[in-house]
């Protein structure tokens, strides 16, 4: 079965770079969301996606910025990237009627030096 | 506002004892409730939901949990772990109407299971 895509699955960046994350939702998934997970910590919420509208936005840093494009990926811009920024980075995605069940992707582990 | 708390941060077992992890949620409509797991390195994996129905739900790899409505709890159980149980276990809920499906989750329980 499909899966939800994540590139790139690695990423070294420097301090003040941009990153650009992308995360490819199983097909028919309605919505999409992004997580933020430091080591040893849960899954912090950052923003979510249904039917290319933002529907909600959790602890995402104004440096960032995301939006789903009309084939349903999305996509989460990182600016200034900061050494606190190294974490894995998840997308989930949601099946329409879905009842909050959330299928993730492998994740992009984003290292900041 | 809603929260789901986990009782146990960090649990140490031996092969074949039996397991259980509390989660608890504060929210007084209804709710769909689960449980995910995380391997060592790898993503978020979908252990077990409850929707609706029977409150003893079984999931994969002889895992169940039992939502008792007035206790506020979704309790996850296994009568004998593996090694390969090892893994961070979540808790998320679900309280949101219509198209809202955001989780709220809980902080968490590393399970070390030893050989």
């Known amino acids: 079965a499909a899966g939800v895509i994540q590139s790139p699955r690695h990423l070294i960046k420097e301090k003040r770079e941009t990153a650009t994350l992308k995360c490819y939702p199983i097909?028919?998934?309605?919505?999409v969301y992004w997580y933020q997970q430091g080591p040893g910590q849960d899954p912090q919420f950052l923003i979510s996606f249904y039917e290319k509208m933002q529907s909600d936005k959790g602890s995402i840093p104004d440096r960032f910025s995301a939006q789903q494009f009309s084939d349903y990926h999305s996509e989460l811009n990182m600016s200034s990237l900061e050494l606190g920024d190294s974490a894995l980075y998840f997308c989930?995605?949601?099946?329409?009627?879905?009842?909050?069940?959330?299928?993730f992707g492998p994740g992009t582990r984003l290292t900041v030096l | 506002a809603q929260s789901v708390s986990q009782h146990n941060h960090h649990v140490i077992l031996s092969e074949a004892a039996s397991l259980e992890l509390g989660c608890n949620y504060s929210?007084?409509?209804?709710?769909?409730l689960f449980w995910y797991v995380q391997y060592p390195g790898q993503h978020l994996q979908l252990l077990l939901k409850y929707f609706s129905g029977d409150p003893l739900v079984k999931g994969i790899k002889g895992f169940e949990a039992e939502f008792i409505k007035s206790k506020f709890s979704f309790n996850l159980r296994k009568p004998s772990v593996q090694w390969s149980d090892t893994a961070e276990y979540f808790c998320a809920v679900n309280a949101g109407a219509g198209n809202n499906r955001k989780l709220i989750w809980g902080l968490g329980t590393s399970l070390a299971v030893n050989p």
């Open positions: 929210y007084g409509g209804t709710v769909n």
């Open positions: 989930a995605s949601s099946p329409v009627g879905s009842r909050g069940e959330q299928f």
């Open positions: 097909p028919r998934h309605d919505t």
